[in-house]
């Protein structure tokens, strides 16, 4: 158990519609990133938070936003959903924002869009 | 654009045998990760190589990062079964840490 969660573990959902994953970093952890993983693109970064304010930005889709309150938890939201975007999203946090601070991933969320 | 690509892709071997997953990425960095992965669950650190010539080993295990040659290994000595997974690699931007991944190494280790 890396200490990170996220909710939910699985997800069905039509096309055109909007949801919202959840994630809650291990305490003590400041930075927040957001990955997506399908079989055809791989394990891609999509968004990169710390304390609050986005930080970098990967190949995230406009239809997809995210964000992290003040109590460090942070959600990503898709919407106008396509079969396309069924894949598993994961979410990763570490101490600090740079490459020395070792990221510990959550089980992720697996969503499927029909 | 930085990529990392890894090789090989697919590797199926017998139990007892040893063999070498290479991962190489198209710019400078000094921050290299391991992870495993089993089939449907999240992905598991194994290694974190921060400096060139930086080797680090855990049972069976052993990953080194040469900076110069922009290329890290992921050896495996005497492979068992257990070592059945999926074997990704990623670059850590330096400033951010988002990580770029390999395309991953499916290992199966047959009796």
């Known amino acids: 158990d890396s200490g990170v969660t996220q909710t939910p573990k699985h997800l069905i959902t039509a096309t055109g519609q909007r949801v919202t994953l959840r994630c809650s970093p291990r305490?003590?952890?400041?930075?927040v990133y957001w990955y997506q993983q399908s079989l055809d693109q791989g394990l891609q970064f999509l968004i990169q938070?710390?304390?609050?304010?986005?930080?970098a930005k990967g190949n995230i889709l406009e239809r997809f936003s995210a964000q992290q309150f003040p109590d460090l938890h942070s959600e990503l939201n898709l919407s106008s959903l396509e079969l396309g975007d069924s894949a598993l999203y994961f979410c990763?946090?570490?101490?600090?924002?740079?490459?020395?601070?070792?990221?510990?991933f959550g089980p992720g969320t697996r969503l499927t869009v029909t | 654009e930085l990529k990392v690509e890894q090789n090989p892709l697919f590797l199926s071997m017998q139990e007892g045998k040893n063999y070498t997953i290479y991962c190489n990425y198209s710019t400078t960095s000094d921050r290299l990760y391991w992870y495993r992965q089993d089939p449907g669950k999240s992905l598991e650190s194994l290694f974190v190589l921060l400096s060139n010539g930086a080797v680090k080993q855990e049972g069976r295990l052993m990953a080194s990062l040469d900076t110069k040659a922009r290329l890290s290994t992921l050896h495996i000595t005497a492979a068992v079964h257990d070592l059945s997974a999926t074997y990704f690699c990623?670059?850590?931007?330096?400033?951010?840490?988002?990580?770029?991944f390999g395309q991953g190494t499916t290992l199966q280790v047959k009796p």
């Open positions: 305490s003590g952890d400041l930075s």
């Open positions: 990763a946090s570490s101490r600090g924002q740079g490459a020395s601070y070792e990221q510990y």
């Open positions: 990623g670059h850590g931007s330096s400033n951010t840490g988002k990580l770029i």
């Open positions: 938070y710390y304390n609050g304010e986005e930080r």
